[in-house]
T-cell receptor
């Protein structure tokens, strides 16, 4: 069945270092969405990418959608403590607005 | 963005009892809501899709007689965990899509942490 794979599972960084998470779908996606879940919280929508090769930026966050619309990445420049949380990618199923979720990448800032 | 509320935020119950969780879209109408469960340090697992005025669609492996879903109005869906057991302890989250919004993103409720003793 349709799968969305996300790596790495965890990433430990020093504050100020960069962070990247990668997402790969088994099928071509019409769009891909990214969510952030803070510890103890619920997922919050960050962005949606629709076009092949699309790149979008939100301050220090850069989102990319691959040319084949099967992979995506989120890159955070110069991480801050407020960036801590788990970042999920999600792609739509064919109908009913259901989403297939990646496993998430947890960003951990080293003390 | 659209707001989704969920009640209760946490509940502790005895094994064998039933627990009802409510999910409400506060400022938009949601013909479709989704119920997820999330185990610690794991991703979201879609349990079922709740459709207003019709039966819910359950994911493979989710017992529909155990997890009863009712979507009685455009702003309310309920999930009832029947005859709860300790293995049902989890974080249950609902989400809804605002079909009138710019994207087809999902807006999540704050979640309900269920502990079954």
């Amino acid at each position: 069945g349709q799968q969305v794979m996300q790596i790495p599972q965890y990433q430990h960084v020093q504050e100020g270092e960069d962070f990247t998470t990668y997402c790969n779908s088994s099928t071509t996606l019409s769009n891909i969405q990214w969510y952030k879940q803070r510890p103890g919280g619920h997922p919050v929508f960050l962005i949606q990418l629709v076009k092949s090769g699309e790149v979008k930026k939100q301050k220090r966050l850069t989102f990319q959608f691959g040319e084949a619309k099967k992979n995506s990445s989120l890159h955070i420049t110069a991480t801050q403590t407020t960036d801590v949380g788990t970042y999920f990618c999600a792609g739509p199923r064919d109908s009913n607005y259901q989403l297939i979720w990646g496993a998430g990448t947890k960003l951990i800032i080293k003390p | 963005g659209a707001v989704v509320s969920q009640h209760p935020s946490w509940v502790i119950c005895k094994s064998g009892t039933s627990v009802k969780i409510e999910c409400r879209s506060l400022d938009f109408q949601a013909t479709t809501m989704f119920w997820y469960r999330q185990f610690p340090k794991q991703s979201l697992m879609l349990m079922a899709t709740s459709n207003e005025g019709s039966k819910a669609t359950y994911e493979q492996g989710v017992e529909k007689d155990k997890f009863l879903i009712n979507h009685a109005s455009l702003t309310l869906s309920t999930l009832t965990v029947t005859s709860a057991h300790p293995e049902d302890s989890s974080f249950y989250i609902c989400s809804a899509g605002d079909l009138g919004g710019s994207y087809n993103e999902q807006f999540f409720g704050p979640g309900t942490r269920l502990t079954v003793l």
